[in-house]
């Protein structure tokens, strides 16, 4: 017995060894921001269509009081958020109950997490059997729901997940990205697309810019009346509706209601900014009185007369009951230090009349002249600052007076601001260079936080996207500085990822660059699509068979099966020679696939038996047209051409090849290049390349002629491949 009883312990020992070696521990899954903790676990977990999100019963409902914004959302709304999520990244469609989890589900529950201060921190423990994210707020838990995504969407099938544990929290309570909404409009699908984007990433305010104006020249600029100045918000109160102008480029009050409970359900703040006294044209353009013309020029306000004043106040009372934010931002930045006395009065004027009235904090960007400690006329201290100049104001300064700062620093060692097609550093942001020299707390030498005291009044830290070089009047192709939403995604797409990982888990100086953003690609970009890709198998997308088929359906030999529709077309010649002929408005191929995005070639081999600029390709992105002296392509709004001459008739081989700026699109014909699709800023007189997306919803509608080869291809061709295709 003695013998077997060893036997049995050796036994036991050798079945733990081999167990133990049959399920190792997991590695700490890649996640952007990173997690703080990993501690490992054994095994998978893997979610199913019988899976449940199921929502804690006693707090399904219970408001977030600490949240920035009003009527925020509750763990529910977080619960949908995430079934929404799921089913788009991958083929789960999860329904979401109230109750108790059971084997498979995925759990979400409020409850104090111990040791930890931050309300937006979360703890995450994924079983063999279950999931379950616990936070102090459905903030908190939002997050945990983001890391649990972006490790799933790393997983072959999308639905499973490495059993271990995760306590994250981030360092910072502000974490985000301003939008110069008012030199350049976005449409409100896709500043919801960039909610889910950002919050993809854990960032949590979006601070939207409402209203600004293009630049004059002087106090007697006779422009002023017709120069642009953009304010989004569209009211029904016939006082104030004129201030919104131009078809279709604002935003009502359902609207903006809508879009502020899209951003609570993805635990975002819309942090809205009315930018005055300065940057104040379209005020002005509404009621000229108010104007500071002839001291200053009429894009201020002139702030020795009452009525300018009283007049902002109308605007706050019509708009402030539209905005959940709890801090409403009132701009005030680049007014003249002359008028410094008048301007801190009316700061703290509205400041207070905001809060007074509408329960609203104020916040400012940083300027100089907002602080006279020597005579103790500063602004008041419970209004926070977005420091953006060293040369403004001092955050080591301001700080010990009481300042809550946010660093959106334009300067220093590192700056947070991009003015797209500017020329030089400032129209992008080195994303490697950010990740490491960025960090909140450094401003530059003799304006960097150090102190318990100035650290503090830090809330965190956000980068900036702004459109100043506008061109002086107000057509829609000369706003943005001619930059279009798509390439304002690629020049912003990888800072986004960056500075989450710095403002959640502190400097990141340390850091290897190749190795983050080998992780940021594995992530992804979330639940949204702002790349504007197009499922492939291979490096082609559509190659459609003109040589061959009959009927109404155009084959796609590509492998992807992305067929067209025929409607009115031809099918001329045979073979090498066979074609499809097209013969106005009503021949079309519909092909329903959006728009495809950059780093994409369109080649082609078509006849033009039209002088006229006819459409061949459209979706609710843009066209692109041409006849036989030129091609164009439209984009949000922007239409840019390239002149070519070619003979009716005659068949051309033509490549487009699209990529962002600053390389932008450029054109081929027979497989020569050919020329770039640029615009010409009249502000800098500099010539930007302009980078266009591809149209492929509809084929034709428009066209008069015949093509004998169409192919898009997921990656710029190379010179010599498109040569080589147009002999082929």
């Known amino acids: 017995m003695k013998v077997l009883g060893n036997w049995c312990t050796i036994f036991g020992v050798l079945s733990l060894a081999i167990a133990s070696q049959a399920a190792p521990k997991n590695n700490q ?308 230090a002359s008028q410094a006395v008048q301007f801190r009065k009316y700061v703290n004027t509205i400041a207070r009349y905001i809060w007074e009235k509408h329960g609203k904090r104020a916040q400012v960007w940083g300027t100089g002249i907002e602080f006279d400690p020597a005579n103790k006329s500063s602004i008041d201290n419970n209004i926070t600052i977005s420091h953006w100049a060293n040369w403004e104001d001092n955050p080591a300064n301001i700080t010990l007076d009481g300042f809550e700062v946010i660093n959106v620093n334009d300067g220093g060692p590192c700056s947070t601001y991009i003015v797209p097609k500017s020329g030089g550093s400032g129209d992008s942001i080195n994303d490697v260079n950010f990740l490491t020299e960025y960090n909140p707390p450094i401003f530059g030498a003799g304006y960097n936080l150090k102190t318990p005291e100035q650290l503090s009044k830090l809330l965190g830290g956000m980068f900036a996207v702004w459109f100043g070089l506008m061109t002086g009047d107000a057509k829609p192709d000369n706003l943005g500085n001619s930059t279009t939403k798509w390439e304002t995604h690629s020049i912003v797409g990888n800072t986004m990822a960056t500075i989450s990982q710095i403002v959640w888990n502190g400097s990141q100086k340390d850091a290897d660059p190749d190795s983050f953003f080998t992780n940021v690609e594995a992530v992804t970009q979330g639940p949204v699509n702002l790349k504007l890709e197009i499922p492939t198998k291979g490096d082609m997308i559509i190659d459609y068979d003109l040589k061959g088929g009959n009927g109404n359906v155009l084959q796609d030999s590509s492998g992807n099966g992305y067929n067209a529709k025929l409607s009115n077309i031809n099918r001329v010649g045979q073979g090498n020679s066979s074609a499809l002929a097209f013969s106005g408005p009503s021949s079309q191929a519909t092909i329903n696939l959006g728009t495809k995005g950059f780093k994409s070639t369109l080649a082609m081999q078509i006849t033009i038996k039209n002088t006229k600029l006819q459409t061949l390709l459209s979706s609710d992105q843009g066209q692109l047209q041409l006849s036989q002296s030129q091609i164009s392509i439209s984009n949000d709004n922007y239409t840019y051409t390239v002149d070519f001459n070619t003979t009716l008739s005659k068949t051309t081989n033509i490549a487009i090849t699209s990529e962002s700026y600053p390389i932008g699109s450029k054109l081929y014909l027979d497989g020569k290049f050919h020329g770039n699709f640029t615009y010409l800023i009249p502000r800098t007189k500099s010539i930007v390349p302009m980078g266009l997306v591809t149209p492929l919803d509809v084929l034709g509608g428009g066209f008069e002629g015949s093509l004998s080869a169409f192919q898009i291809y997921n990656h710029v061709l190379s010179q010599s491949e498109i040569s080589k295709l147009a002999k082929a």
């Open 29 to 336: 899954p890649v996640v952007v921001p990173s997690l703080k903790t990993w501690t490992s676990g054994s095994g998978h977990v893997q979610l199913t269509h019988a899976s449940r999100i199921v929502v804690d019963s006693n707090y399904q409902s219970e408001n977030d009081q600490a949240s920035r914004m009003e009527n925020p959302a509750n763990l529910k709304d977080i619960a949908a958020t995430l079934a929404d999520d799921l089913k788009t990244i991958s083929s789960l469609d999860l329904s979401v109950v109230v109750g108790k989890p059971r084997n498979g589900d995925i759990y979400l529950e409020l409850g104090e997490l111990k040791n930890q201060t931050s309300d937006e921190a979360y703890l995450m423990k994924i079983a063999t059997s279950s999931i379950t994210v616990t936070g102090p707020t459905s903030r908190a838990v939002y997050y945990g729901t983001r890391s649990m995504l972006q490790i799933l969407v790393q997983s072959n099938g999308k639905d499973t997940l490495p059993a271990g544990e995760t306590l994250d929290w981030p360092t910072y309570p502000i974490r985000g990205f301003f939008l110069d909404d008012a030199r350049k409009y976005f449409p409100l699908y896709f500043l919801k697309d960039y909610i889910r984007f950002m919050g993809w990433f854990k960032l949590n305010t979006f601070h939207l810019h409402l209203n600004d104006n293009d630049f004059l020249s002087s106090p007697t600029d006779p422009t002023w009346k017709t120069k642009y100045a953009g304010f989004r918000l569209k009211t029904d109160n016939p006082a104030l509706s004129g201030l919104a102008r131009g078809e279709d480029q604002w935003y009502t009050q359902s609207e903006f209601r809508d879009f502020q409970d899209f951003a609570k359900a993805n635990a975002m703040t819309i942090l809205p900014e009315f930018d005055s006294p300065a940057h104040s044209l379209a005020f002005v353009q509404f009621k000229p009185e108010i104007g500071a013309y002839p001291v200053l020029d009429n894009s201020y306000l002139d702030l020795n007369k009452t009525i300018a004043f009283t007049f902002m106040e109308s605007v706050w009372d019509e708009f402030a009951p539209w905005f959940d934010s709890k801090t409403l931002h009132i701009g005030a930045d680049e007014y003249p």
